[in-house]
């Protein structure tokens, strides 16, 4: 299995435009996690998913993001429209029905809004 | 307060001494307990894991908890130069509970 699978590995962008990262979780997982990670903040959970369905979104900042997972092999988070602050690395993670010890990451997003 | 305590470092050791990690936290209803190693420009990995109390080895790794004090702790012994990392503790109230982070600890061995 090729893990969790994040795209783009790196994202520079103005502020004020769209901004689309992809994930694809390992086949079989029914859990998929979006975290934030900065210096400041740490590691934030921002949202997750258990069967495609959403089940706790209380770590999205604003609604200015959003996330969906159409189908069990790939989720999205969009941020619209992006601002300076929202530079951070962006992680994904899926794991398997209980199992907490089984989340496996992604290598992430980093992103840089200028 | 954060739910979860961690020192965010630096520490810096020299290679072959023990390394002790530690992170506190606020909620008993804890049950699950991970450490995730989180090398430079990629995605944590679990290291080890424990439930409840008590101590797990693994090679030249320990995990400790205590929750009568709510305190957990990462032993590395013989550290090696391939141990430099960022080390972050975790923890849940079940198997179907989010896990919380801690901020994690830099950790860098001298050869």
């Known amino acids: 299995d090729a893990g969790v699978i994040q795209s783009p590995r790196h994202e520079v962008t103005e502020m004020g435009q769209e901004v689309t990262l992809r994930c694809k979780p390992i086949?079989?997982?029914?859990?998929l996690f979006w975290y934030r990670q900065t210096m400041m903040r740490g590691l934030e959970l921002l949202i997750y998913?258990?069967?495609?369905?959403?089940?706790?979104d209380s770590g999205m900042p604003e609604d200015r993001f959003s996330a969906k997972m159409p189908n069990a092999s790939f989720s999205t988070l969009k941020i619209q429209p992006s601002e300076p602050r929202d530079s951070a690395v962006y992680f994904c993670?899926?794991?398997?029905?209980?199992?907490?010890?089984?989340?496996?990451f992604g290598s992430g997003t980093r992103l840089t809004v200028v | 307060q954060k739910e979860v305590e961690q020192d965010p470092g630096p520490l810096s050791v020299p290679e072959g001494a023990i390394v002790s990690l530690n992170c506190t936290y606020s909620?008993?209803?804890?049950?699950?307990f991970m450490w995730y190693r989180q090398y430079s420009r990629k995605g944590p990995e679990l290291l080890m894991y424990?439930?409840?109390?008590g101590n797990k080895e693994d090679g030249r790794f320990t995990a400790q908890v205590d929750k009568s004090s709510k305190y957990i702790s990462l032993f590395i012994r013989d550290s090696q130069p391939s141990d430099s990392a960022t080390y972050l503790c975790?923890?849940?109230?079940?198997?179907?509970?989010?896990?919380?982070f801690g901020s994690g600890t830099r950790l860098s061995i001298r050869p």
């Open positions: 993670a899926s794991s398997l029905a209980g199992q907490p010890y089984g989340y496996t």
């Open positions: 086949s079989g997982h029914d859990y």
């Open positions: 998913f258990n069967n495609n369905v959403p089940i706790d």
């Open positions: 909620n008993s209803a804890f049950q699950y």
């Open positions: 424990t439930y409840s109390s």
């Open positions: 975790a923890m849940s109230r079940s198997s179907a509970s989010k896990i919380i």
